[in-house]
């Protein structure tokens, strides 16, 4: 019964101090399917600017620089500006009427910024003088910073 006791208590004590904590840190990513192709880009940096609570963000992939995705949001606001999506130098944004870009919000503090997004970008092609569009769907983020 001794050793019955011993094992519980052991058992008890092992539970209680192993565990996940809700201070685990949160996985950066940006996760976005492109013209059907599904990314992950897994490194974040976080540009603070100041007092207007300016945040520039910049989301590559395994700290290659040759797709970024760009953009600002001011803390607390519900919207993201100046979004761009960069391929080997090409430039994709919000440049015709028919471009879009769809996001949702849900956490946007001083600590964390957590979004879904969707939309139409457009990079004007000088050579052929006319704009070429990409699609992103399913697009997520979630970074703590």
């Given at each position: 019964?001794?050793?019955?006791?011993?094992?519980?208590?052991?058992?008890?004590?092992?539970?209680?101090?192993?565990?996940?904590?809700?201070?685990d840190?949160?996985?950066e990513?940006?996760?976005?399917?492109?013209?059907n192709?599904?990314?992950?880009?897994n490194?974040?940096?976080?540009?603070?600017q100041?007092?207007?609570?300016?945040?520039?963000?910049?989301?590559?992939?395994n700290?290659?620089?040759s797709?970024?995705?760009?953009?600002?949001?001011?803390?607390?606001?519900?919207?993201?500006?100046?979004?761009?999506?960069?391929?080997?130098?090409?430039?994709?944004?919000?440049?015709?009427?028919?471009?879009?870009?769809?996001?949702?919000?849900?956490?946007?503090?001083?600590a964390?910024?957590?979004?879904?997004?969707?939309?139409?970008?457009?990079?004007?092609?000088?050579?052929?003088?006319?704009y070429?569009?990409?699609?992103l769907?399913?697009?997520?983020?979630?970074?703590?910073?």
């Amino acid at each position: 019964m001794k050793k019955i006791l011993q094992l519980f208590l052991i058992l008890f004590v092992s539970l209680s101090v192993i565990g996940c904590s809700k201070d685990d840190p949160i996985p950066e990513r940006l996760e976005v399917t492109i013209n059907n192709q599904d990314l992950v880009f897994n490194s974040i940096f976080v540009d603070r600017q100041g007092s207007n609570n300016s945040r520039y963000f910049t989301a590559v992939i395994n700290n290659n620089t040759s797709r970024v995705i760009n953009f600002y949001a001011n803390v607390g606001d519900d919207s993201v500006a100046n979004f761009t999506y960069t391929i080997r130098g090409k430039v994709y944004k919000q440049l015709q009427d028919s471009d879009f870009l769809n996001t949702n919000i849900s956490v946007n503090t001083n600590a964390r910024f957590t979004m879904t997004f969707s939309g139409v970008l457009s990079s004007f092609n000088a050579v052929t003088e006319s704009y070429e569009t990409i699609e992103l769907t399913d697009g997520f983020m979630d970074v703590e910073y």
